[in-house]
């Protein structure tokens, strides 16, 4: 026997390859006018006001996230044949200037919107949220939409003397009126992590607030519920800020800022899902994944969840329809 039959290539993977597995890789469209949504990184944390290594999460992301499989047991979807998805790489952006990669950011997020895709975006730190938000607004043509932010913190910090961080980007919007505080729902908000008088904005501008332990205690889906009636009442559809700093570190250790009382992987997973299927949801940056904090890498498997929840939620929308 020829030696050369004993090798194949190689798809990184450590586990062998299955004929009869369809993968998130295999959905992939190489003309992104042809796709539904599209899913595009952002490598930068440079504006992260605590520990980096999210500038390292888009590529460990979809590593994890293309050997899934298209068939998603838990709703009974085949997103092969349903969803149509395009990655449109990354951002190039400017590690020593912030602006420039904002603008970028917002001008790629606001064609892809355009152009009729929804989105799923990769950070990088969540102060490029401001960015990303910012440019789904313009994609719109301006039209108000709703967010829904997962995060043990508000991020509404005063931005002093100018500086953008990962904790300014909501009171940015908020200020510029990019996005209205009726319209702002913040999921997951811990005790002992934000300020009393963030919190006091929060509630000048009309918040929607829930806190980790409300989570614990109410059904998930009387929160969603709650959630989407704030998100999509006078605005033309929502997005999805998710900060990974929202769960429990023994579901997501490697982020900036760990934050014990935090979320559980299923709650976190089980609501994207609810809130990817709405008919309104025009994307999600997932964002403060830090595969260098993460030392056995369940936060990266862990996002990569989360991102085929919104897939599947995407796909189980397009297949009702
Ligand atoms: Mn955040």
Redesign the pocket.
């Known amino acids: 026997m020829d030696w050369r039959s004993w090798l194949r290539p190689s798809d990184h993977s450590p586990v062998p390859p299955d004929p009869r597995d369809v993968r998130i890789a295999d959905l992939l469209q190489a003309d992104p006018s042809k796709a539904h949504v599209a899913l595009i990184g952002i490598p930068f944390d440079t504006t992260v006001i605590g520990r980096r290594g999210a500038r390292e999460a888009p590529g460990a992301i979809r590593r994890a996230l293309y050997r899934m499989t298209a068939f998603d047991l838990e709703s009974g979807v085949d997103l092969a044949g349903t969803l149509r998805l395009a990655d449109l790489g990354d951002i190039a952006v400017v590690h020593t200037d912030v602006h420039e990669t904002h603008r970028r950011v917002a001008a790629v997020a606001a064609e892809a919107v355009r152009q009729g895709l929804r989105l799923l975006i990769l950070g990088g730190d ?1 102060g490029l949220s401001y960015a990303t938000i910012r440019g789904v607004v313009e994609g719109l043509g301006g039209q108000p939409i709703g967010v829904v932010q997962f ?1 043990a ?1 508000h ?1 509404l910090r005063e931005p002093l003397e100018g500086e953008i961080t ?1 904790g300014t980007p909501f009171r940015r919007l908020l200020e510029e009126g990019i996005l209205q505080g009726r319209h702002l729902a913040q999921i997951g908000l811990l005790g002992g992590r934000n300020s009393r008088a963030y919190h006091e904005v929060a509630r000048r501008y009309g918040v929607h607030m829930i806190p980790a332990g409300r989570v614990h205690q109410m059904d998930l889906e009387s929160i969603v519920r709650g959630m989407l009636e704030r998100v999509t009442s006078g605005t033309a559809g929502f997005w999805i800020s998710f ?1 990974m ?1 929202v769960f429990d570190p023994a579901y997501a250790p490697g982020v900036s800022a760990p934050s014990p009382g935090g979320l559980t992987a299923f709650q976190g997973l089980a609501m994207v899902r609810q809130l990817a299927a709405h008919p309104a949801c025009v994307g999600m940056d997932l964002m ?1 994944t830090a595969p260098p904090l993460d030392p056995d890498g369940r936060t990266v498997a862990l996002a990569a969840a989360l991102a085929y929840r919104f897939l599947a939620g995407q796909g189980e929308l397009r297949q009702r329809s």
Do not use: G, V
Request: hydrophobic share 0%; net charge negative; aromatic share 0%.
């Open positions: 969540h995060d913190h991020d990962s900060d700093d403060e």
